[in-house]
Nanobody, 131 residues
């Protein structure tokens, strides 16, 4: 059974940085794309970033491009999200996700609504950015 466990969220001030981590288990991590989504209060879950199996191709939502960086360490079964210059509008629960099937990472970069059934999900980690 695939399990995803996120960590690294917290309360920060605008302009600060955070790095989220997600450790995966239950299947061969290096075969599958990995991604991050977020859900702000009262809003739909939205795509943030994705990386292909080898970490050589990355995709970002327009709202975070140049601000967030996704990376992965296949030796550690871990995917990261480096978030810089955080803004109050980045406040959300951040979820790690991986496709249930072998699909290209680019397919994760879709606009809402997200098809929850396509992915395995972590429980999320809360990021709160104060102004």
């Amino acid at each position: 059974q695939v399990q995803l466990v996120e960590s690294g969220g917290g309360l920060v001030q605008a302009g600060d940085s955070l790095r989220l981590s997600c450790v995966a288990s239950g299947r061969t991590f290096s075969f599958y794309a990995m991604g991050w989504f977020r859900q702000a209060p009262g809003k739909e879950r939205e795509f943030v970033a994705a990386a292909n199996a080898g970490g050589t191709m990355t995709y970002y939502a327009a709202s975070v491009k140049g601000q967030f960086t996704i990376s992965r360490d296949n030796a550690k079964n871990t995917v990261y999200l480096q978030m810089n210059s955080l803004k109050p509008e980045d406040t959300a629960v951040y979820y790690c996700a991986t496709p249930r099937r072998l699909t290209p990472a680019q397919t994760m970069a879709v606009k809402s609504p997200v098809d929850f059934g396509l992915y395995y999900w972590g429980n999320g980690t809360l990021v709160t950015v104060s102004s």
